[in-house]
């Protein structure tokens, strides 16, 4: 695999002093009443953790312990794009009859979302049946140590294309796919246009359509009589009143990102304090009570900060995902790949099960107690144990990858 080179992260010096330079100029909002998250991150909370990120957190120890992960680069070449390069964590098992596991981020996460998830997931559990499996975590073009893209044009279609077209390169034909956020996007997406590769897929985002008149009389009959009746479960209940909350009051970054990418991109590129306060948002927001550390908070957002792509490249994914031929959206079925569905109670979004259900072959579904919308850093143990379970040998998930 020649195309395949190692990676090293190496932030320069001069861009680490050139942040603490402007953290130390950092410029805060007036102070408010109270800690009220509803309006946005609070003046305290931002001064706190930005102390921190200025006087505490060191970029060099962090950067050392990534270097211990299994970083690659390739150079990928799409129609109507130049070339750029792909950076991604590959870990193999040492279990050659492994299963290849394309793991795709979102916003605002990145390839270090997984991290739990390799030790988890690449090595036999003791007490386990499940089976192990190859990781694979791509940075998505505009995100991480990927390439910036840019010219415009580069959506859905195009994302898909780099992730399949690196399995492929890694030589795994047949693979299975793990997505939240817009990797179930971008996973969905894969699974229609490489149906022959994509083979099973899990999610722990999952958002469908009630069922059309037209297409199914039965189902809309009984969609129209659970919903009339309020017939839903209580998860069921309080993912439709989160999908709600979600269009009343928490969609404003998408408008944004998604009408005027350039003005989002020009503020969190030059300010690190507007980067934090962008993001950290989101991960209090849509986290079910996860204790974040503001050493974790610092690590997240500083890898967005260091990206070879910029800091603000990110917010073109909104825009471009709604354009083209192409385009992401909701209840979009798979219809040859077994599907899986984790559930988790503070997720930003959620539709009832019997819609979901129409999304394909539906083998594998679990309600969890506890959890938000980034499982994988979450509840990494709860999610690898799904992954373990729906694909366990003899499941119909594993008959799909190895009939």
Known sequence: MAEIREFKIAVPSSAIEELHQKLALARFPTETDGDDWALGVPAASLRRIVKYWHEEFKWDSFEERLNRLPHFETTMSLDGADPFELHFLHQKSSNPNAIPLLFVHGW???????????????????????????????????????SRIPKKGFGLRQYSDACHKLMLRLGYDRYAAQGGDWGAYITTSIGNLYPESMLALHLNFIIALPPPLTKSPLGFVQFITTHMLNWYTPQEQSGLKASQDYRDDGIGYLHMMRTR?????????????????????????????????????CEWISLYWFSRAGPGANANIYYEMFRGDWQAEPGRGVP??????????????????????????????????????????????ALAEDLRIMFKPGSEAYRALYS
Do not use: C
């Not at 030790?119 to 995100?143: E, I, K, M, R, Y």
């Open 108 to 146: 605002p996460g990145g390839f270090f979302e997984a991290t739990k998830l390799l030790p988890l997931l690449t090595a036999n559990q003791p007490g386990s049946d499940g089976p192990d499996f190859h990781l694979v975590v791509p940075s998505l073009p505009n995100f991480g140590f990927s």
């Open 261 to 297: 990418p350039k003005t989002v991109e020009a503020m969190l590129s030059d300010s690190p304090v507007a980067l934090l306060a962008w993001i950290y948002e989101k991960l209090v927001a849509w986290t079910d009570d996860y204790p974040w550390t503001d050493q974790e908070v």
């Open 336 to 381: 040859k790949a077994k599907l899986g569905f984790s559930y988790f109670p503070k997720e930003i979004a959620s539709t009832p099960r019997m819609w979901n259900r129409r999304l394909g072959s539906v083998v594998f579904e679990k309600e969890h107690e506890k959890g938000g919308h980034f499982a994988a850093w979450e509840r990494p143990e």
